[in-house]
């Protein structure tokens, strides 16, 4: 079965997500539980507070190159988060599926430890889902796991099906992005060796999809951007990663 016309609109899978102020009173979406105290409180331009407040995500993802600028920023503070804490800034990595669905780790994580890393990016171009994504990502570069396979050699299909959900009727970006990294890891691992929006993205997630027919996906959908099926790939990579 082909999925993409199950899909969610970008814009309204990032409110989902992300659960950002002002979109999500445009959406009807619930408000995250942020901190807005912390290490230089409400004030603080660069805290995460500040730019859930001011950023406008439907903009962002109907716009690939904003987008892709998001990527970019949020990749940089996330090396300088886990430069700072190695694997154990897998401890603030939420949204859904986790325990932390509104990234309230991470915010709180980002208007105090880490507030220092927020410095010389531009705050009006990030979003806690983004950031969220560009730390799974970075972990996934560091784990020192080398000559991954493009396709899973054997795989539990019960404990594929409990982790990626039901791929029977309508599914999201995540449902998909985590059946494509439990059956092609080394396909996945390919997108996020690219440089978010470009062609190679394109031509590595074209790829992802129509070698992994489990997931359904003949050609790679062309209603959830291109930055947002990266980001749902590399929080899929991680997530897997950790299985036991």
């Excluded at 199950?6 to 009173?25: D, N």
């Excluded at 986790?98 to 980002?110: G, I, Q, R, W």
């Excluded at 105090?112 to 889902?129: E, H, I, N």
Aim: aromatic content about 6%; overall charge neutral.
């Amino acid at each position: 079965m082909n999925y993409r016309a199950m899909f969610m609109t970008a814009a309204a899978m990032a409110a989902c997500l992300t659960g950002t102020s002002a979109f999500a009173q445009a959406e009807g979406v619930p408000k995250p539980a942020v901190n807005p105290g912390g290490v230089g409180g409400a004030s603080n331009r660069n805290s995460m507070t500040d730019f859930e407040r001011r950023m406008n995500l439907n903009n962002m993802f109907e716009n690939p190159a904003s987008a892709a600028k998001g990527y970019d920023d949020s990749r940089l503070i996330a090396g300088c988060v886990v430069k700072l804490s190695g694997s154990k800034a897998g401890a603030l990595i939420g949204g859904e599926g986790t325990k932390d669905p509104h990234f309230t780790k991470l915010s709180n994580a980002m208007t105090g430890r880490y507030t220092s890393c927020l410095r010389g990016a531009s705050a009006k171009s990030l979003s806690p889902v983004l950031l969220n994504s560009a730390i799974a990502e970075t972990l996934v570069e560091h784990d020192g796991a080398t000559g991954v396979a493009d396709r899973a050699a054997s795989v539990d299909t019960d404990k594929a099906s409990a982790f990626h959900g039901d791929l029977s009727g309508p599914v999201t970006i995540n449902n998909i992005a985590r059946c494509t990294v439990v059956y092609s890891p080394g396909l996945a691992r390919k997108v996020l060796a690219t440089e978010a929006g470009s062609a190679e993205e394109k031509f590595a997630l074209d790829a992802l999809y129509s070698q992994t027919p489990e997931c359904g996906m003949a050609t790679t959908p062309t209603s959830v951007g291109q930055i947002l099926q990266r980001s749902a790939i590399a929080d899929a990579s991680y997530a897997w990663s950790q299985q036991k």
